[in-house]
């Protein structure tokens, strides 16, 4: 099988990368290094069916070359993570939106099947006890920057499905919800490196509002293998998967138990949402998924912990050396492409 996988240097296409590698395919990664880092494929450079080229999806040759020879496509590339996409909702709209279209173009050209990687963002403000994938979509204004990551991945998603029904396009749709591990970085606000770093160098770990909103982490050594016999599953075209941890933590939960489990002497900051992304910024209060579409297709099932996720993440950043530059700090996150 060769496959081709945009944002192969990011952290979840990271490891994706390693897993197919793993099981004997050929990989081009294509990839831009503007939120992703050379350092995630460290060690697979010189991998004999490993091939990688730095080239953005926004550019229609680049795609097409890269995916010349392709039986199918896992298409992770995108502007990620909120505190991005609010300071630079411009590129975040271009890279998901265009971006997308290109790489659906040319994997029409070759023929090849299409993994589009989605997000949970698109459910929006939907606090309901879990969601599953017809459930509606709570945006706020389209005006609003935070909301521009949700509404482009929403349109991916229709895109994908139009790419379906009027060229017969093979295309699974995974939903990916808070997934984490190690490699991801802190720098664009993703709150488990960011805690975990914090944790591990003695200062505050950054709590945004008052800490009572809630998420779902899972392992992204549980994810990747399902999104992989999601691609392999056979399903009508344009179906979408969520794909979530199991166990539901509020954020402050989240901190108090990184604390203990690293035993820290960090403190706990609680900063408002104005300072830690901008005016008026409007978080989600719950996310919680229902995995039972793909349970029930490949079996998913989400088992590595809590505890363990901590603990593997705090390996992790300790063998990578903690590098404050990765850890976004309230003040001064930088947001620099990373060549
Ligand atoms: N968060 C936090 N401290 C941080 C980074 C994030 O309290 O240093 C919060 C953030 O406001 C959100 C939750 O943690 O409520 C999850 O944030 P993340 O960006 O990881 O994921 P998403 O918001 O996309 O679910």
């Given at each position: ?17 390693e897993?197919l ?6 990989v ?12 995630n ?29 392709c ?14 996409i609010?300071?630079?909702p411009l590129?975040g ?17 070759v ?11 698109i ?20 005006l609003a920057?935070?909301w ?14 139009a ?28 709150v ?11 200062v ?14 899972s ?74 579409k ?6 998913y ?13 705090a ?11 990765d ?13």
């Amino acid at each position: 099988m060769k496959t081709l996988v945009t944002g192969g240097a990011g952290f979840v296409g990271s490891h994706l990368v390693e897993h197919l590698l793993a099981a004997g395919d050929e990989v081009t990664v294509l990839d831009d290094l503007s939120t992703g880092s050379i350092r995630n494929l460290l060690g697979l450079q010189s991998h004999p069916r490993l091939n990688i080229v730095f080239g953005s999806i926004l550019r229609p040759r680049s795609v097409r070359e890269a995916i010349a020879g392709c039986d199918r496509v896992f298409h992770l590339a995108a502007v990620v993570g909120v505190k991005l996409i609010v300071e630079q909702p411009l590129r975040g709209l271009r890279v998901n939106l265009h971006g997308t279209e290109n790489v659906l173009d040319a994997a029409v050209g070759v023929g090849a099947s299409v993994l589009l990687v989605s997000t949970s963002e698109i459910y929006g403000k939907n606090t309901a006890d879990s969601l599953h994938e017809e459930s509606d979509r709570i945006l706020g204004s389209p005006l609003a920057s935070r909301w521009t990551y949700a509404a482009a991945k929403g349109l991916d998603e229709s895109f994908a499905r139009a790419y379906v029904d009027e060229f017969g396009l093979d295309v699974s749709i995974v939903r990916l919800f808070n997934t984490v591990g190690p490699r991801q970085t802190g720098r664009y606000g993703m709150v488990v490196p960011n805690l975990v770093g914090q944790a591990v160098r003695g200062v505050p770990l950054t709590v945004f509002g008052d800490g009572t909103q809630s998420r779902c982490f899972s392992y992204v050594g549980d994810v990747v293998p399902a999104m992989v016999q999601l691609a392999e599953h056979e399903h009508e075209s344009g179906q979408a998967f969520n794909l979530g941890g199991a166990h539901e933590v509020s954020i402050v939960d989240l901190a108090e138990r990184i604390v203990a489990r690293l035993d820290s002497q960090s403190a706990i900051e609680f900063i408002p949402y104005d300072v830690a992304y901008s005016p008026g910024f409007e978080d989600m209060r719950r996310r919680v998924p229902d995995n039972t579409k793909a349970r029930l297709a490949v079996g998913y099932h989400p088992a590595t912990s809590l505890n363990e996720i901590i603990d593997l993440v705090a390996a992790g950043i300790q063998k990578s050396g903690t590098r404050p530059d990765d850890l976004m700090s309230i003040v001064g996150a930088t947001t620099t492409a990373d060549l």
